[in-house]
């Protein structure tokens, strides 16, 4: 990663900016050409460099008030599948992978997001029908203090 790759990410790091040609827009606030901004966001992406480009959502603000870290604890030669799966429940945002301890034997964590409790309540059971597991735990947010994205 070079200079220019790092101006390139600092510029997008806040979002992209509501215009009809945002990455256009973008360049041009870099001094290039937009081919090669998008070249560039192309090769980061095939690094490895940069994971994705997407949209986030301030679920608060769009009326998702309920937020449950829900931590199972998952066989060891289950944890991929169960993994996969439940992070393809559209209302999962978080899904991962941790080790767990003999004082807390939870391995896998799912951040679920909901307009009400029982709508997380509802994913969580669907979960458990699919999957068949049941020990778990959910750990309900009360307040957010701080939510931001790594910045260079």
Not at 125 to 151: A, H, P
């Amino acid at each position: 990663m070079d200079d220019l790759d790092r101006r390139i990410l600092r510029a997008l790091q806040d979002g992209l900016p509501i215009v009809p040609e945002p990455y256009g827009a973008v360049a041009h606030d870099l001094g290039i050409p937009p081919d090669v901004l998008l070249e560039r966001l192309r090769g980061m992406l095939d690094r490895g460099e940069v994971r994705r480009m997407g949209a986030s959502i301030a679920h608060r603000a769009a009326g998702f008030a309920a937020n449950a870290m829900c931590v199972w604890s998952v066989p060891p030669g289950e944890v991929e599948a169960f993994g996969r799966l439940t992070a393809g429940f559209d209302e999962v945002t978080h899904c991962y992978d941790r080790a767990g301890t003999r004082e807390w034997p939870y391995n896998v964590y799912a951040m679920i997001h909901g307009r009400a409790k029982a709508d997380c309540e509802a994913v969580i059971r669907r979960i458990c029908d699919r999957t068949g597991q049941r020990d778990y735990v959910v750990l309900y947010s009360t307040r957010e203090f701080k939510k931001t994205w790594t910045r260079l």
